[in-house]
């Protein structure tokens, strides 16, 4: 298996904001059954590559080809005087599953918390029927022993 490289998506490079909407698509239809409509999902996308909203997508790359991203958002911790980065969106293409792609972006994401002193550590939410998702987690050594996420959405 050749390299797997993680580098931040951005406008400029060609394909990252098609890829990423295209990804993210087929990730709420697989995980949750939802169809997300497009133009919307291209404009949230766009915000955060642009810069107009705070956060950025890491994406892995294997022989030019993207494999697998997800969307690191900043959660600032008063009580840590540091941030926490939530990771959010991880899809990884079903032909790459199971050869350590996510845990390739894990390692680097968990590297630069490790390194950076404003940053105080990795978060995510699952929903509670994606076992198979709860299961890496797990494997990569993170735990839910700590809280529960409540939630109010408008629609
Ligand atoms: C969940 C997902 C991100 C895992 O990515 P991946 O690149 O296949 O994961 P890795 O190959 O890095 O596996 C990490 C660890 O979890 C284990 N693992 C991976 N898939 C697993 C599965 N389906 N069941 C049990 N364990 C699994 C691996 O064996 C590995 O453990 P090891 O290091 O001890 O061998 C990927 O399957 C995916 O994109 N799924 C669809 C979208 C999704 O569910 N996103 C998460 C939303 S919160």
Known sequence: M?????R?????TEG?????????????????????????LLLGVKSLLEGEKSGSYY?????????????????????RNATV?????VYIIPE???LGVFSTIYSYLKHQVEERKDLA???LYVDKRNTK???????????????????????
């Open 85 to 89: 980065w939530w990771i959010h969106s």
């Open 59 to 79: 994406l892995a790359v294997q022989d030019e080809k993207i494999i697998g991203c997800t969307l690191v958002l900043d959660e600032w911790s008063d009580w």
């Open 16 to 40: 990252d904001l098609e890829t990423i909407v295209d990804f993210q698509q087929k990730m709420a239809k697989e995980t949750e059954d939802l169809h997300l409509e497009r133009e919307k």
């Open 96 to 98: 790459a599953r199971r």
């Open 8 to 12: 931040k998506a951005t406008m400029k």
């Open 133 to 155: 998702a709860q299961r890496v987690y797990e494997k990569l050594g993170m735990s839910q022993e700590h809280y529960e996420l409540f939630e109010w959405l408008k629609d």
């Open 121 to 123: 550590g990795l978060r």
């Open 2 to 6: 050749s390299l797997i490289i993680v």
